[in-house]
């Protein structure tokens, strides 16, 4: 408001200022009118950019920022939407050219204290892994080189990174300002967090479901441990088989066969808004995959390399399969999730 009385005052001088000086000539009033519609382009143009003051914000930018693809159509946001938790809605992602991803798009939620990136772990950083869809050929396509060259070629982004990292846009700022802007996606506004703080009470249903989670029946939290419910480990659930389910997961980075088919344990919050599930995306509900760990073998006759823990049917009854789902619904931020306005 401030900034708009500011604005006012200035255009409301100049035009007192104007008129007295077209009194004396027409040419200097043909000049002054466009030098008062540039400042105002000027004013108007600047509170955007100015907006722009910290790594995190300039991150936010450039995670919708199309330029850094090679056709100008594809951003990080194209897949990892805002709206559905920063994940996608579609089993496998379109990059460039329409080109699918090989595997289901996580979501980016909750990055911050994670020790590795992708399903297999391949990156270390955030900072390192930013840059990997950048040049994916599957993905955004664009050779890093090029996007910074891009990026400096930017009067706004040159001045940017000039006034945040204080340098030229280089593939080192590059990727700290997407891990700076992902570092702040951290979740806590969910009815599980409420409830922990015992602010919120659970539903009869969500209660049993929670004990079930946590408890020897169902055995979820012997994997998704932790505030982020994930135990940051890599484990076969069984979606390996050599054959039809040829992901080998860790195996492909470390090359150790006790690595077979295992992928990294995702973290459960806002799970409700980021099907579909898995590595691959083959299950497009929760309730789906609670029926998948009831018992793996009515899904792949013969998963290798398949965790111990699910060896035996679990025996949950369909009650037992509604209460957990009514469970992980309850961890749910709703700060990212699309707005519904029916809601
Ligand atoms: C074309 C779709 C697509 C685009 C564009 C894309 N990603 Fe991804 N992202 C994926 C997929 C698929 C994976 C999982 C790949 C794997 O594990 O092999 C992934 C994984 C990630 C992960 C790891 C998440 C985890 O749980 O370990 C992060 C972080 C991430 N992307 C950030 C980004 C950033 C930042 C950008 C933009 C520079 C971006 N992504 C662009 C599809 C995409
Ligand atoms: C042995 C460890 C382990 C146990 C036990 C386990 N999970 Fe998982 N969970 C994983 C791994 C690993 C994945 C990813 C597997 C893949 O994509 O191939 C996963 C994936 C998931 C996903 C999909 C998440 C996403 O973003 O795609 C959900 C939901 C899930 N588990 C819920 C549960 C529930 C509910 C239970 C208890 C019934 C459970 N898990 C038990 C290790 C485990």
Same mark, same amino acid.
């Given at each position: 408001m401030k900034v708009k009385k500011t604005i006012c005052n200035y255009i409301y001088y100049y035009f007192n200022w104007v008129i007295c000086v077209c009194k004396m000539k027409k040419g200097i009033f043909a000049i002054s009118l466009i030098v008062l519609f540039l400042t105002i382009a000027a004013f108007s143009l600047q509170p955007s950019e100015k907006k722009i003051r910290t790594k995190a914000a300039l991150g936010e930018k450039l995670f919708s920022e199309k330029m850094l693809s090679l056709d100008f159509r594809i951003s990080c946001a194209s897949c990892h939407i805002p709206q559905y938790a920063f994940a996608d809605t579609v089993a496998l992602s379109k990059g460039i050219g329409g080109r699918l991803t090989t595997r289901n798009t996580p979501s980016v939620l909750n990055m911050k204290n994670r020790p590795y990136f992708f399903w297999d772990g391949r990156a270390a950083t955030l900072e390192e892994q930013a840059l990997v869809p950048i040049a994916n050929p599957d993905e955004m396509g664009l050779p890093i080189d090029e996007a910074v060259k891009r990026l400096n070629q930017s009067p706004e982004y040159s001045r940017l990174f000039k006034k945040i990292?204080?340098?030229?846009?280089?593939a080192k700022n590059l990727g700290a300002a997407f891990a700076a802007f992902e570092k702040t996606l951290e979740t806590f506004d969910s009815k599980f967090d409420y409830w922990v703080d015992d602010k919120a009470t659970l539903t009869a249903q969500e209660e049993r479901g929670r004990q079930l989670f946590v408890g020897n029946k169902a055995k979820c939290f012997d994997c998704h441990r932790m505030e982020d419910f994930t135990n940051d480990e890599f484990r076969n659930i069984? #979606?390996?088989?050599?054959?039809? =389910?040829?992901?080998k997961g860790r195996f492909l980075i470390t090359?150790?066969?006790?690595?077979?088919?295992r992928f990294k344990v995702p973290g459960l919050r806002n799970v409700a808004a980021t099907g579909p599930y898995m590595h691959d995306g083959r299950f497009k509900t929760l309730e789906q995959v609670v029926q998948y760990y009831n018992n793996p073998f009515m899904f792949v006759d013969n998963p290798l390399?398949?965790?111990?823990? #699910?060896?035996?049917?679990?025996? =949950?009854s369909n009650e037992d399969n509604a209460d957990l789902v009514a469970f992980l619904k309850t961890l749910t931020d709703k700060r990212f999730l699309k707005v519904d306005s029916s809601n």
């Amino acid at each position: 408001m401030k900034v708009k009385k500011t604005i006012c005052n200035y255009i409301y001088y100049y035009f007192n200022w104007v008129i007295c000086v077209c009194k004396m000539k027409k040419g200097i009033f043909a000049i002054s009118l466009i030098v008062l519609f540039l400042t105002i382009a000027a004013f108007s143009l600047q509170p955007s950019e100015k907006k722009i003051r910290t790594k995190a914000a300039l991150g936010e930018k450039l995670f919708s920022e199309k330029m850094l693809s090679l056709d100008f159509r594809i951003s990080c946001a194209s897949c990892h939407i805002p709206q559905y938790a920063f994940a996608d809605t579609v089993a496998l992602s379109k990059g460039i050219g329409g080109r699918l991803t090989t595997r289901n798009t996580p979501s980016v939620l909750n990055m911050k204290n994670r020790p590795y990136f992708f399903w297999d772990g391949r990156a270390a950083t955030l900072e390192e892994q930013a840059l990997v869809p950048i040049a994916n050929p599957d993905e955004m396509g664009l050779p890093i080189d090029e996007a910074v060259k891009r990026l400096n070629q930017s009067p706004e982004y040159s001045r940017l990174f000039k006034k945040i990292f204080g340098q030229k846009p280089n593939a080192k700022n590059l990727g700290a300002a997407f891990a700076a802007f992902e570092k702040t996606l951290e979740t806590f506004d969910s009815k599980f967090d409420y409830w922990v703080d015992d602010k919120a009470t659970l539903t009869a249903q969500e209660e049993r479901g929670r004990q079930l989670f946590v408890g020897n029946k169902a055995k979820c939290f012997d994997c998704h441990r932790m505030e982020d419910f994930t135990n940051d480990e890599f484990r076969n659930i069984g #979606l390996y088989d050599g054959e039809s =389910l040829n992901d080998k997961g860790r195996f492909l980075i470390t090359g150790n066969e006790k690595d077979l088919g295992r992928f990294k344990v995702p973290g459960l919050r806002n799970v409700a808004a980021t099907g579909p599930y898995m590595h691959d995306g083959r299950f497009k509900t929760l309730e789906q995959v609670v029926q998948y760990y009831n018992n793996p073998f009515m899904f792949v006759d013969n998963p290798l390399n398949m965790d111990s823990l #699910l060896l035996t049917p679990l025996q =949950l009854s369909n009650e037992d399969n509604a209460d957990l789902v009514a469970f992980l619904k309850t961890l749910t931020d709703k700060r990212f999730l699309k707005v519904d306005s029916s809601n």
